[in-house]
T-cell receptor, first 114, second 113 residues
Framework: DVKVTQSSRYLVKRTGEKVFLECVQD?????MFWYRQDPGLGLRLIYF???????EKGDIPEGYSVSREKKERFSLILESASTNQTSMYLC?????????????FGEGSWLTVV | GENVEQHPSTLSVQEGDSAVIKCTYS??????FPWYKQELGKRPQLIID?????GEKKDQRIAVTLNKTAKHFSLHITETQPEDSAVYFC????????????FGKGTSLLVTP
């Protein structure tokens, strides 16, 4: 079974703090993604990566950055957390390119910014 | 920009009835259309998917249809059961975002006994 692991499940951070959300996949997938999920808005793409050291902006990249130094790990960084970044963050991975393969999700990281 | 529209946002059916959720997409180059089920507090789970070279796919009580000309696809659940109650998301890959998945906003399905 594909395993996508998000190490932090529940976090509470203060406004202005730098926040790291880590994601690791164990299937040697080339593609990795970060989404945020908010009630009534569905899942929105923040950033994605095709390969090590590669990153592309999604629909809502403002206030976020990412890092992919190793193929299995894709980190989401909130440089200066704000209350409107309180959300559930989902990491996902997929093998290959061209979009036709299954995307697998991690269990999610619930972030509250106070 | 490209998007996926999903309807209805909420759906209530009696146990044993059928449920249908519909989605439209805007990118004619989209090639993959998965459906995810998400229970409260859990990650989305893939329940069925369809690729652009196929018009229909069925897996037990679940079926998906795709009309590429009209750019819409639908999820059909027959003989619904209370455990089908969840939020369902459709998604489509968009070529201008590297074939990442773009999601609809979800349908909250309630199956009452």
């Amino acid at each position: 079974d594909v395993k996508v692991t998000q190490s932090s499940r529940y976090l509470v951070k203060r406004t202005g703090e730098k926040v790291f959300l880590e994601c690791v996949q164990d299937m040697d997938h080339e593609n990795m993604f970060w989404y945020r999920q908010d009630p009534g808005l569905g899942l929105r793409l923040i950033y994605f990566s095709y390969d090590v050291k590669m990153k592309e902006k999604g629909d809502i990249p403002e206030g976020y950055s990412v890092s992919r130094e190793k193929k299995e790990r894709f980190s989401l960084i909130l440089e200066s957390a704000s209350t409107n970044q309180t959300s559930m963050y989902l990491c996902a991975s997929r093998s290959g390119t061209g979009g036709g393969n299954t995307i697998y999700f991690g269990e999610g990281s619930w972030l509250t910014v106070v | 920009g490209e998007n996926v529209e999903q309807h209805p946002s909420t759906l209530s059916v009696q146990e044993g009835d059928s449920a249908v959720i519909k989605c439209t997409y805007s990118d004619s180059a989209s090639n993959y259309f998965p459906w995810y089920k998400q229970e409260l507090g859990k990650r989305p789970q893939l329940i069925i998917d369809i690729r652009s070279n196929v018009g229909e796919k069925k897996d037990q009580r679940i079926a998906v249809t795709l009309n590429k000309t009209a750019k819409h696809f639908s999820l059909h659940i027959t003989e619904t059961q209370p455990e089908d109650s969840a939020v369902y998301f459709c998604a489509a890959t968009f070529s201008n975002s590297g074939y990442a998945l773009n999601f609809g906003k979800g349908t909250s399905l309630l199956v009452t006994p």
